[in-house]
């Protein structure tokens, strides 16, 4: 089955720092999607990459695909209060009947201290 | 995007007892999905939701255990049977093939402890 290893499992900057977290599958991704999590809440959806070398922006948040499509990171720039919560990356799992079945990373947990 | 919302948002359960879960978008969508999120765990695939069929359950997951309809493209409930306290946990819907075809959106989440 599709694993997705996130990297760091924390991480906690101050206010203004940038900061990156990272997603590493071991097979090749199709769809990858972050998300942000309020502790005990729903999924806030933040992007969606599915090109080799893809990369989007949503205000400060940034998110890329590596050209092989096995990597992506999600960087935030000047870190603000209202980052802090649980980042979550997801990929469909392969096969060609299974679009929309996610398999998600461990989640990294974000705290910015003001 | 879609707008969907959970019913109940939290409820206490007594083990042996089943709650149904319900799930309601603001448009038609071409795939609803139940997943579950275990305290301090990620979120697991449960089933996804066909429309005017039965629902397709990932490995570990059963129809008996968590019986599933959805009778439109709006809407779906997710029942919780015969439940212990290791079914306590985090239920969320989510939908996709709205809008940008390939995005998916969760809803709040139904939080079950199960006593």
């Known amino acids: 089955s599709q694993e997705l290893e996130q990297s760091p499992q924390s991480l906690i900057v101050q206010e203004g720092k940038n900061l990156t977290i990272n997603c590493t599958s071991s097979k090749t991704l199709y769809g990858l999607y972050w998300y942000k999590q309020k502790y005990g809440e729903g999924l806030i959806f933040l992007m969606m990459?599915?090109?080799?070398?893809e990369e989007k922006s949503h205000e400060k948040i940034t998110a890329k695909l590596d050209e092989k499509k096995q990597q992506s990171s999600l960087h935030i720039t000047a870190s603000q209060p209202s980052h802090a919560g649980i980042y979550l990356c997801g990929a469909d799992i392969p096969g060609g009947t299974s679009y929309g079945k996610l398999t998600f990373g461990q989640g990294t947990i974000l705290t910015v201290h003001p | 995007s879609a707008v969907i919302s959970q019913k109940p948002s939290r409820d206490i359960c007594q083990r042996g007892t089943s709650l149904t879960i319900q799930c309601q978008v603001d448009s038609q969508v071409t795939m609803m999905f139940w997943y579950r999120q275990q305290p301090g765990q990620s979120l697991t695939l449960i089933a996804t939701?066909?429309?005017?069929?039965?629902?397709?359950?990932e490995s570990g997951f059963v129809i008996d255990k968590f019986p599933i309809s959805r009778p439109n493209l709006t809407f779906s409930t997710l029942t919780v049977s015969n439940m212990s306290p290791e079914d306590s946990s985090i239920y969320l819907c989510?939908?996709?093939?709205?809008?940008?075809?390939?995005?998916?959106?969760f809803g709040p989440g139904t939080r079950l402890t199960v006593t």
């Open positions: 990459l599915q090109k080799g070398g």
């Open positions: 989510s939908v996709a093939g709205t809008g940008n075809y390939y995005e998916q959106y």
């Open positions: 939701a066909n429309q005017g069929s039965e629902a397709t359950y």
